[in-house]
T-cell receptor, first 117, second 118 residues
Framework: DAGITQSPRHKVTETGTPVTLRCHQT?????MYWYRQDPGHGLRLIHYSYGVKDTDKGEVSDGYSVSRSKTEDFLLTLESATSSQTSVYFCAISESEQGGRLNTEAFFGQGTRLTVV | AQKITQTQPGMFVQEKEAVTLDCTYD???????LFWYKQPSSGEMIFLIY??????QNATEGRYSLNFQKARKSANLVISASQLGDSAMYFCAMSSAPNSGGYQKVTFGTGTKLQVIP
């Protein structure tokens, strides 16, 4: 299994508070992603990173920021949590080429269940 | 922009029968990868199978095969001899980077919930 660890695994927070989720990888993969999963929407990309200090927005980035100061760590921050950000958050990693294959699959962390009350 | 469409929100299959889960995609990128994930009720995302856009043969992994029809932009998952443990949510996904340069994104469909009936 790919070495990806998300922390915390579960969190309950109050509306208006900042929250940071951490993703740590031991695979030295270039790309890291944050997704949120909601019923009926599948997995939607929040932000992604293509290198240290290199990040870009996904399709649902409003209200979220990210940072990647080291290859292995990718942080997702909810600047002021709202109830609409209650969701399951997944971190994933991938490489553009691996074992002769291009555009290879992403490997996922275990997910973080965030509840904003 | 990439787009993945899964039109079957839910499906039932009898145990030991085969089932096909549909996936269509849209991209202008020439090189891309297509894959399927399984998400059981426990929540983890399990990678099942990969198909490269330049691969001429359909991918197979045990009981899973990917029916890749490039001209139709479809990448259906076929599960043979269904088992009760196959009951789960299944996601189709695509990975690509823009032809003009840029960075790799991985895009998912909305998923199909498969239930295997004894």
């Amino acid at each position: 299994d790919a070495g990806i660890t998300q922390s915390p695994r579960h969190k309950v927070t109050e509306t208006g508070t900042p929250v940071t989720l951490r993703c740590h990888q031991t695979e030295n993969h270039r790309y890291m992603y944050w997704y949120r999963q909601d019923p009926g929407h599948g997995l939607r990309l929040i932000h992604y990173s293509y290198g240290v200090k290199d990040t870009d927005k996904g399709e649902v980035s409003d209200g979220y920021s990210v940072s990647r100061s080291k290859t292995e760590d990718f942080l997702l921050t909810l600047e002021s949590a709202t109830s609409s950000q209650t969701s399951v958050y997944f971190c994933a990693i991938s490489e553009s080429e691996q074992g002769g294959r291009l555009n290879t699959e992403a490997f996922f962390g275990q997910g973080t269940r965030l509840t904003v009350v | 922009a990439q787009k993945i469409t899964q039109t079957q929100p839910g499906m039932f299959v009898q145990e030991k029968e085969a089932v096909t889960l549909d996936c269509t995609y849209d991209t202008s990128d020439q090189s891309y990868g297509l894959f399927w994930y399984k998400q059981p009720s426990s929540g983890e995302m399990i990678f099942l199978i990969y198909q490269g856009s330049y691969d001429e043969q359909n991918a197979t992994e045990g009981r899973y095969s990917l029916n890749f029809q490039k001209a139709r932009k479809s990448a259906n998952l076929v599960i043979s001899a269904s088992q009760l443990g196959d009951s789960a949510m299944y996601f189709c996904a695509m990975s690509s980077a823009p032809n003009s340069g840029g960075y790799q994104k991985v895009t998912f469909g909305t998923g199909t919930k498969l239930q295997v009936i004894p």
